[in-house]
């Protein structure tokens, strides 16, 4: 049994078999493909609006190319603390954008705070000697498996329309986030404020693949010599298309996304019933983090059962689940949980 992360997945068979299918015979290169074009405007029928849509293989890659058409070398992007951007990006959003500096900022669970936000947007405007504000990066869904609301995005892209700044969404876990709000692609981005997303499709079970997509199409040109420039526009740019085009079809991104939550929630019930085990009320999406006693977690991991602790206070784990998490997994790792709690 495995808990540690979505990423610790293979890829749905239906996008096992398109890329095979995307593999017979020849077609144009560097992204000029119908199975790229087809995306292109998969992505615009989906977010219902006109974008410029980029595919590179990597969540790090979407990251970090995004946030280059967002910040200059003197330039600063908010993040929080916790933030995938600035705790595992390895430095990415500062070395392609030539120098620019993330500045992580408080929050709880993940989300930042909007009157620090605020604040960080209008620190040393104009001072020569600081690193100038001109973006604001939030996570949807975020490291702690919450989810910003709607109402929280959009007073987020207030204070950055206030302050001349752009906002980028790292939606890894976009998916994830989208069913659980009920809420359509286009509410939760561009109608919210978002100026660039990063698509993720990698946790949700594609192979390699993620799309920039460019809500403010003024950076695209930009965006294009970028992505050249970092070596991620790739040759064979149809085994990338042929991954998104089969993700969206048929609502299986959705479908996958809900069973990675549903057992997540199934996984967050279960253990909450367990007398000694602290669950934190709630769960959003499909990461949950419960406090263990340091011997069960002992126990856990001396049977081979997978997931990350000691990361965070102590006691505490992270479990996350993913699209292809059985139902018959959750329900073991519940009720040997139970038994070593039980003895």
């Not at 978002?194 to 993620?210: M, P, Q, T, W």
């Not at 049977?303 to 784990?317: N, P």
Request: hydrophobic share 40%.
């Amino acid at each position: 049994m495995n808990f540690a992360s979505d990423n610790t997945s293979g890829a749905s068979p239906e996008i096992m078999d398109a890329m095979v299918r995307a593999n017979e015979g020849q077609c144009m290169s560097y992204g000029a493909d119908a199975y790229t074009a087809r995306v292109r405007d998969q992505i615009c029928d989906v977010f219902e609006t006109d974008a410029d849509v980029y595919l590179v293989a990597t969540g790090t890659a979407a990251n970090a190319l995004s946030l280059s058409v967002l910040m200059n070398s003197y330039g600063a992007t908010l993040c929080h603390w916790e933030s995938h951007v600035y705790e595992d990006e390895c430095g990415a959003p500062e070395f392609f954008s030539g120098g620019g500096k993330l500045i992580p900022i408080e929050g709880k669970n993940g989300k930042m705070y909007t009157e620090i936000v605020s604040h960080y947007a209008q620190r040393g405007v104009g001072d020569v000697h600081m690193s100038q504000p001109q973006a604001v990066s939030v996570t949807q869904e975020t490291e702690t498996g919450s989810i910003y609301s709607i109402t929280e995005l959009e007073a987020i892209s207030q204070i950055c329309k206030a302050n001349h700044l752009k906002l980028h969404m790292d939606g890894a876990r976009f998916a994830n986030a989208l069913v659980s709000l009920d809420c359509s692609p286009a509410e939760m981005t561009w109608k919210a404020g978002v100026d660039v997303l990063s698509f993720g499709a990698s946790k949700n079970g594609a192979i390699a693949c993620e799309a920039v997509v460019l809500f403010d199409k003024s950076m695209s040109k930009e965006f294009e010599f970028r992505r050249k420039r970092a070596g991620h526009l790739f040759s064979k740019m149809r085994l990338l298309a042929s991954q998104m085009e089969t993700y969206l079809e048929d609502d299986l991104w959705l479908k996958n996304a809900r069973h990675a939550n549903q057992m997540a929630k199934r996984l967050h019930d279960g253990l909450s019933k367990i007398e000694g085990i602290e669950v934190p009320t709630g769960i959003d999406a499909n990461i949950l983090f419960p406090k263990f006693p340091a011997e069960l977690t002992e126990d856990l991991n001396s049977q081979g059962i997978e997931f990350y602790s000691d990361r965070w206070e102590e006691g505490v784990v992270r479990l996350v689940t993913a699209f292809d998490t059985p139902e018959n997994h959750v329900d073991r790792f519940i009720a040997v949980v139970q038994k070593h709690m039980d003895t």
